[in-house]
């Protein structure tokens, strides 16, 4: 059955992080990794555009294929375009420093099944407590790289990776946050070859 359709919010740009290593992959760029045809990165594209006013990919390697998608491609740094992986909290800050939006939603590009009010209930759980950052959990479990962060979090999170710290977690336990619970959305990741081969072998999803 087809999910409800939420409205189009133009306060939120969505990044999606597509940068990392792909080490469990097999080194793989995991967001170009196909599953029923499409590249992984297709299917988050599908479930996002139709929820925020912006879309940018975070890619630090094969940022001419991201490019094709037709959504603007940040690399984390100028040393990250080189092959240089800074990890997803990286990511986040090119984000913030990139996006004209007052909201940016974080996701991975290898959560294929993003529930269409994602958007819709992060912004409601930050406009409720008053705070700038969201988290998505799901059976009690965080997901720190699914998240809505305003852009005024910008110094805090640079004071952070100044720091040295790289845990998008332990930077997000330093402020006052919502977590938003998404009991009926497992966000399943396809991590590995073994997890998108066992996923192409059941029906489209």
Known sequence: MENQRFGVMPDITTLILAGGQGSRMGGLDKGLQELHGQ????????????????????????RERYAAF????????PLSAGGDFQGPLAGIHAGLEQVST???????????????????????????????????????????????????????????????????????QTLVHAEVGFENCGFVNLNSQEDLQACNALSRI
């Open 102 to 172: 007052p909201w940016l939603l974080t996701v991975p590009c290898d959560v294929p099944e993003l529930p269409d009010d994602l958007a819709q209930r992060l912004l409601d759980a930050v406009e409720k407590e008053q705070c700038l950052l969201a988290v998505a959990a799901t059976s009690g479990r965080r997901q720190p790289v699914i998240a809505l962060l305003h852009r005024s979090l910008l110094p805090d999170l640079e004071r952070c990776l100044a720091s040295g710290k790289r845990s998008v977690h332990g930077w997000q």
């Open 70 to 77: 037709g959504y603007p491609v940040i690399a984390d740094d």
């Open 39 to 62: 590249p992984l990165v297709a299917w988050v594209i599908k479930r996002l555009a139709a929820q925020t006013g912006a879309l940018m990919i975070s890619a630090n390697r094969n």
